[in-house]
């Protein structure tokens, strides 16, 4: 069975500073891995994705995430957080239409 | 643009009372979901369909039903609304196959008094 485990339910960065958020996963088969983001009273919105291409994948609003199956991990990394970044982000993993989710980490960011 | 759409964005029904959610999509997409998801947790799977084929989740209480008419609809059908089920309900769509990013609507947030 596939399934996500985010570290760290909430996080705190200041603006400008460096975003982590992290995720790794359990899969029997190569994953397919997604960041969503969701804003309040909205639907989530996907950021990236990573299909077994390219490790390092670039998604919206300046986020990446690498894939290190060594790791099972896909965090997800900012260089310089924005007050806009404040939100809720979930990691997914899918296999055969079936997408589970991760718990969420809600990102806050002070001024 | 291609969009998932979700009516109403809120709804408020009362005990016991049935309630329907529609989405609608303008992607073509083959397959679509719906997703409970109740505050600061992630979304929950119901059900999906893909084509006209229905496949539920096992632990989807009986409560909730879904229609899919035609490629564009698909509807949530709550026979009898608990206060349990107050939550975000979220639709979702994705075109199948090798593409299985899915894209989602702005939900339907539902109140049960």
């Known amino acids: 069975a596939q399934s996500v485990t985010q570290l760290g339910s909430h996080v705190s960065v200041s603006e400008g500073a460096l975003v982590l958020l992290r995720c790794n996963y359990s899969?029997?088969?190569?994953?397919?891995l997604f960041w969503y983001v969701q804003y309040p009273n909205q639907g989530l919105q996907l950021l990236l994705k990573?299909?077994?291409?390219?490790?390092l994948v670039k998604g919206i609003n300046g986020f990446e995430a690498e894939f290190k199956k060594s790791e099972t991990s896909f965090h997800l990394t900012k260089p310089s957080a924005h007050m806009s970044d404040a939100a809720e982000y979930f990691c997914?993993?899918?296999?055969?239409?079936?997408?589970?989710f991760g718990a969420g980490t809600r990102l806050t960011v002070k001024p | 643009d291609a969009m998932v759409i979700q009516n109403p964005r809120y709804q408020v029904t009362q005990f016991g009372k049935p309630v329907t959610l529609s989405c609608s999509q303008t992607?073509?997409?083959?397959?679509m979901y719906w997703y409970q998801q109740k505050s600061s947790q992630a979304p929950k799977l119901l059900f999906h369909?893909?084509?006209?084929?229905?496949?539920n989740e096992a632990d989807t209480p009986d409560n909730f039903q879904s229609r899919r008419p035609n490629t564009s609809f698909c509807f949530l059908d709550i026979r009898s609304p608990g206060l349990g089920d107050a939550a975000m309900y979220l639709c979702?769509?994705?075109?199948?196959?090798?593409?299985?990013?899915?894209?989602f609507g702005p939900g339907t947030r539902l109140t049960v008094t």
């Open positions: 979702a769509t994705s075109r199948g196959g090798d593409l299985i990013e899915q894209y």
């Open positions: 899969s029997s088969v190569p994953p397919y």
């Open positions: 990573y299909t077994s291409a390219a490790t």
């Open positions: 997914a993993v899918s296999y055969n239409n079936d997408m589970r």
């Open positions: 992607l073509n997409h083959n397959v």
């Open positions: 369909y893909y084509d006209k084929d229905f496949n």
